[in-house]
């Protein structure tokens, strides 16, 4: 009957993939076209891998997968610009205030 048997635990199959070159080639690109960038990392969840955030000057932002918060941090040391830990710092007002203009004036984006 088994009533005090263990259960197995259940696995979480990862519907994430790693990151890849298309990734990192976005991240350079939107570093290069942009003005002030900062980096932040996004802690690992169940759902996704490692993420790292850039938000340029005025708001304007783009995530994608990353190789882990080393990864992120080899990034930004090779693109010369900051990092930051999205868990101690939060996420910028400017972020906040680009979607607020990007949901009232969608036309302009």
Known sequence: MGLFRRRKQARV??????????????????????RGVEAYIEPRTTVTETTVMLIADDGEWTRRRIDGPDGARRFAYRMAI??????????????????????????LY
């Open 13 to 34: 199959v990862g519907h994430d993939r790693a990151a890849d070159r298309a990734d990192l080639e976005h991240l350079e690109q939107f570093v290069r076209s942009r």
């Open 82 to 107: 900051p990092i930051y830990d999205v868990r101690l710092m939060g996420y910028p007002q400017r972020m906040r205030d680009f979607n607020e203009r990007r949901k009232r004036r969608p036309e």
